[in-house]
T-cell receptor, first 107, second 114 residues
Framework: GIQVEQSPPDLILQEGANSTLRCNFS?????LQWFHQNPWGQLINLFY???GTKQNGRLSATTVATERYSLLYISSSQTTDSGVYFC?????????FGTGTQLKVEL | GAVVSQHPSRVICKSGTSVKIECRSL??????MFWYRQFPKQSLMLMAT?????????EQGVEKDKFLINHASLTLSTLTVTSAHPEDSSFYIC??????????FGQGTRLTVV
């Protein structure tokens, strides 16, 4: 099956800092999504981005499908951005999750 | 975004009993639903994929007879953990999508087997 690796696994930021999270996948995919998992376990959809670049407020994402990676940019980070960020890729009818990035934003 | 409702959010059951978890798509018809399991500080592991009206497709290593999945309608899928044991304790999350669009997730169910 498709392997999905995320980096870094852990990240600590000072409030206001910017960061880039990376998602690498091992095979061609039909689609890619980014999620934020809050402390209660709920997965929040951030981006549905099979290719190209999208922006939503302080967050933006870029997927380069031909090179099998996607990037999630967080600018001017806030404490509420803390949590786990997952990318998930769809190959066929399966949605496979990456290893996740645990982000902590400190005051 | 679309809404997927999962119930219960938390359940404690005795070892040997069965537990049913429901997953509903509230404002769209879900042609495909997924069931995931997540252990603490780990990623989500796909257990099975179900298409409406068809038998679920289970991932390798997932026991079909222990984790019964039913996707009887375009808005409802259920996961039944049969004869639960403490090692089945985990966080279970469902997901639903319409055809090739993005997937949305339920709130998750924290199962504790005592």
């Amino acid at each position: 099956g498709i392997q999905v690796e995320q980096s870094p696994p852990d990240l600590i930021l000072q409030e206001g800092a910017n960061s880039t999270l990376r998602c690498n996948f091992s095979d061609s995919v039909n689609n890619l999504q980014w999620f934020h998992q809050n402390p209660w376990g709920q997965l929040i959809n951030l981006f549905y981005i099979p290719s190209g670049t999208k922006q939503n407020g302080r967050l933006s994402a870029t997927t380069v499908a031909t090179e099998r990676y996607s990037l999630l940019y967080i600018s001017s980070s806030q404490t509420t951005d803390s949590g786990v960020y997952f990318c998930a890729v769809r190959g066929g009818n399966k949605l496979t999750f990456g290893t996740g990035t645990q982000l902590k934003v400190e005051l | 975004g679309a809404v997927v409702s999962q119930h219960p959010s938390r359940v404690i059951c005795k070892s040997g009993t069965s537990v049913k978890i429901e997953c509903r798509s509230l404002d769209f018809q879900a042609t495909t639903m997924f069931w995931y399991r997540q252990f603490p500080k780990q990623s989500l592991m796909l257990m099975a994929t179900s298409n409406e009206g068809s038998k679920a497709t289970y991932e390798q290593g997932v026991e079909k007879d222990k984790f019964l999945i039913n996707h009887a309608s375009l808005t409802l899928s259920t996961l039944t953990v049969t004869s639960a044991h403490p090692e089945d304790s985990s966080f279970y999350i469902c997901s639903a999508k319409w055809r090739n669009t993005e997937a949305f997730f339920g709130q998750g169910t924290r199962l504790t087997v005592v």
